[in-house]
T-cell receptor, first 113, second 116 residues
Framework: GDSVTQMEGPVTLSEEAFLTINCTYT??????LFWYVQYPGEGLQLLLK?????DKGSNKGFEATYRKETTSFHLEKGSVQVSDSAVYFC????????????FGTGTRLLVSP | GAGVSQSPRYKVAKRGQDVALRCDPI?????LFWYQQALGQGPEFLTY????????KSGLPSDRFFAERPEGSVSTLKIQRTQQEDSAVYLC??????????????FGPGTRLTVL
């Protein structure tokens, strides 16, 4: 079945450091790919998405590129801030049928001043 | 505008009790999803509604779990005879379109269920 694998956390960085959170997927066909973020005490919210190969999703300085050849969707940010501390979830939906999300286990990011 | 709301935010139940969890989706959203999130894990799909029709319930873990959306708006997830393994955060999400793999799902804050 479909699955998403994320790097384990926590990822601990200093402010202004470069961030990469790895995400790979297994799915039939051509899924759509998403990054969701969960800030402390808040609900899940969409960070960015890409719906076809080579698409780049971006938002709030975060970027991820849909790489079909490596089945990856790694999240990157050039300079993290303390306010980026949160749990990040990579997810996919199939492009047929109902769009239920299949999530990875999440990666906690801790950014210190 | 108002987002997805869920109530109660926290629920403590004794093993064997029945519980009902409510979800108010964003007005006008056709699709509604329930997910279960165990501690330290990603959310897992439970069931999907398109308006009032429950089109997919493949993720419900047992026949003790039941969901409904009778008028195509508010939804209730009911768990009968709760067990300790039911302890989790239950998330509701809604999206505007029906059966669109690219449409954004908007999540509520969740209901944290603890079964003692």
């Amino acid at each position: 079945g479909d699955s998403v694998t994320q790097m384990e956390g926590p990822v601990t960085l200093s402010e202004e450091a470069f961030l990469t959170i790895n995400c790979t997927y297994t799915a039939t066909g051509y899924p759509s790919l998403f990054w969701y973020v969960q800030y402390p005490g808040e609900g899940l919210q969409l960070l960015l998405k890409a719906t076809k190969a080579d698409d780049k999703g971006s938002n709030k300085g975060f970027e991820a590129t849909y790489r079909k050849e490596t089945t990856s969707f790694h999240l990157e940010k050039g300079s993290v801030q303390v306010s980026d501390s949160a749990v990040y979830f990579c997810a996919l939906t199939r492009n047929t049928g109902f769009q239920k999300l299949v999530f990875g286990t999440g990666t906690r990011l801790l950014v210190s001043p | 505008g108002a987002g997805v709301s869920q109530s109660p935010r926290y629920k403590v139940a004794k093993r064997g009790q029945d519980v009902a969890l409510r979800c108010d989706p964003i007005s006008g959203h056709v699709s509604l999803f329930w997910y279960q999130q165990a501690l330290g894990q990603g959310p897992e799909f439970l069931t999907y509604f398109q308006n009032e029709a429950q089109l997919d319930k493949s993720g419900l873990p047992s026949d003790r779990f039941f969901a409904e959306r009778p008028e195509g708006s508010v939804s209730t997830l009911k768990i009968q005879r709760t067990q300790q393994e039911d302890s989790a955060v239950y998330l509701c999400a809604s999206s505007l379109l029906a059966q669109s793999s690219t449409d954004t799902q908007y999540f509520g804050p969740g209901t944290r269920l603890t079964v003692l």
